[in-house]
């Protein structure tokens, strides 16, 4: 299960790149997260601890790094599945796309609705994220 918001800007990857890369950036745009940190740089393989509102902290790996392009971060949740967010700067004819996606890998057995309403709770909040993300980067 899938889910995926997109933003065109005028805004090069290289200008939004680094509100991904320094994750003390990530509050400007993230307006539930109480609390961020990384084991290490920000690359692939890295693992890190977040904590947003409300919700107990979650432990969550970096699984691909590709600077300027693209991020992704995985984080397993008990009796769900494992949980992935996409984070994309795509160049398209002067402008960068900015994709993030939220999938939902179930653990077997999951229920097909219970999985469904997880995703779409978890994905509430990414249109307006993407949209601070943007804002910050000016």
């Excluded at 990530?26 to 940190?37: A, G, H, M, N, V």
Aim: charged fraction near 25%.
């Amino acid at each position: 299960m899938k889910l995926t918001f997109e933003l065109s800007t005028d805004l090069s990857p290289q200008k939004i790149w680094p509100m991904y890369a320094e994750i003390t950036n990530w509050y400007k745009w993230e307006s539930d997260l109480e609390s961020i940190s990384l084991e290490g740089d920000f690359a692939t393989g890295t693992f890190g601890q977040m904590t947003l509102l409300g919700q107990p902290p979650l432990r969550f790996e970096l699984t691909e790094v590709r600077a300027d392009k693209s991020f992704c971060d995985k984080t397993v949740i008990p009796k769900l599945g494992d949980l992935y967010f996409y984070h994309e700067l795509i160049l398209r004819d002067g402008h960068t796309s900015v994709r993030h996606s939220v999938e939902l890998i179930p653990i077997e057995g999951l229920d097909l609705q219970k999985g469904l309403d997880f995703l779409q709770q978890v994905f509430a909040d990414v249109p307006a994220s993407v949209s601070q993300l943007v804002e910050a980067s000016r």
